[in-house]
């Protein structure tokens, strides 16, 4: 299982929301590697490119190969997570949209079928929401 994770963290206006959601995508991604050994997970932050047209063309690759494209959106923003969710559409993915419970998803997003929607209203309520949902489709992260 791949799963590709996508956040707009550039789009958060301080430095505490962008340490804040970075600390907590970094520890959902620990703990689902820590249980599950064979889920492969990608996300842009954890990586370093030597240019933006590396760092492109592996993004596309990885949300491509992934099984499961997640979006983390805490703010309503334009961002390169908007694209790269469009990216995950438009190859079928399966997409699960965790966005904050302030803020609305953009129309067409909103209106997608083929999606979850978790709605969230702190860190801790994404991480036990995500995790949940991701157990109930075999994918058990810790607790």
């Known amino acids: 299982m791949k799963l590709f994770f996508s956040a707009p963290i550039s789009s958060l206006q301080s430095k505490e929301e962008k340490v804040l959601l970075k600390t907590t995508i970094n520890h959902i991604i620990e703990d689902l590697k820590k249980n599950n050994p064979s889920v ?3 996300y842009s932050p954890h990586n370093s490119f030597k240019d933006e047209y590396e760092t492109i063309a592996t993004d596309i690759h990885n949300i491509e190969s992934c099984d499961i494209f997640i979006l983390i959106y805490p703010v309503n923003t334009g961002t390169s997570a908007l694209f790269e969710t469009g990216i995950a559409y438009a190859h079928d ?4 949209f965790c966005k904050h419970d302030d803020v609305d998803l953009p129309f067409m997003l909103k209106h997608l079928p083929e999606k979850t929607l978790l709605a969230y209203s702190n860190p801790i309520d994404l991480q036990e929401k ?3 949902y991701l157990h109930i489709h075999k994918i058990s992260p810790g607790k």
């Open 93 to 96: 993915k399966k997409l699960i």
């Open 40 to 42: 492969s997970i990608y």
């Open 130 to 132: 995500l995790f949940h």
